[in-house]
């Protein structure tokens, strides 16, 4: 039996919206012009699928819960024709469907991706979705915003009723 994570992922959805309020194409979108800007690490020879969408669906797979390359790669492979249309996928002129990758192709771009951009990229989205807090005129100092991605609240963080501040998900 696997041993469970100690950072589920699921926060993140609520930092996206509701169950009940599922992200819509707009906000796949937005979420390609931040992710635009991660360079494409592999050879221009021979590409079948682009980058960008494949890093969409890596993202989109994630934030659905899914914790390792190979869920991801189901998640990309079991995705509804229409859900590879908003993430970027071609259709195929000869059979008319949008052919997925398979796991060990989105497995190499996410090996060779630089981090740091693809992390620069969703943490910049995940600020734009969230909303700038609201000061008190009463309150000097700068607000911070704060958002949690893994379920964890900020340590030291502690509001008037003396228990830990937890950032609350926008309201869309």
Known sequence: MPARTSSPIPSALEQLGSLTDPLTSSDVVDLRCFLILVADPRDARGLRYPALALLCAAVSAVL?????????????????????????????????????????TVRRLLQRVDGDALDAAISAYLQARTLPPIKPEAQEAPVRRVITVDGKVVRGSRGSDGEADRAKPPEC
């Not at 991801?72 to 008319?96: K, N, R, S, Y």
Request: no cysteine; proline share 10%.
């Open 64 to 104: 659905t819960v899914a914790r390792s390359l190979i869920a991801i790669g189901e998640w990309i492979t079991d995705a509804p024709q229409h859900v590879l249309g908003v993430l970027g996928f071609a259709v195929d002129p000869l059979t008319g469907l949008r052919p997925v990758p398979h796991a060990a």
